[in-house]
């Protein structure tokens, strides 16, 4: 019998010191530490918009310490929000100006999605709001009426 793929550690492609200096670069970020504040801020405030079973699938592709700031996340928000909506929140939680905010989801979002499978980033997707899939560096699919 196969294990469900949100019971499974997956090795991530990644170290975490990998993705900070992935992240940093994409982010043009003059410092490690500004890259993991980017990091932390952007995937506590992820993992508050994903169902168990989706931040668990998610955590097990990234490196340990990304997967906490994931999954120690306070409990699920009430009412999800749309792609800008969560820019939004980042922008208050960590007081930078909304562009900024949007900046750093998409330099830790898109590093993200690299180290997702394909069928795993479409379910994340598909789990959230509209939105989402640009600050993931993937072309937003509206479906025909």
Do not use: K
């Amino acid at each position: 019998m196969h294990a469900q793929p949100e019971q499974r550690r997956i090795a991530p492609a990644l170290t975490y010191d990998q993705m900070l200096e992935t992240v940093r670069y994409d982010g043009a970020y003059p410092t490690r530490e500004r890259a993991e504040q980017s990091v932390n801020a952007v995937l506590a405030a992820l993992g508050q918009q994903l169902g168990d079973c989706l931040r668990t699938a998610l955590a097990a592709c990234l490196p340990p310490e990304a997967a906490d700031a994931l999954t120690t996340a306070l409990p699920p928000t009430a009412q999800p929000r749309t792609g800008w909506g969560f820019v939004q929140d980042i922008a208050a939680r960590t007081g930078v100006a909304p562009a900024v905010a949007r900046w750093d989801t998409g330099a830790v979002l898109s590093t993200v999605a690299a180290l997702l499978p394909p069928d795993l980033l479409t379910q994340v997707l598909g789990g959230l709001p509209a939105g989402y899939a640009l600050l993931f560096g993937r072309a937003e699919l509206v479906q025909a009426a």
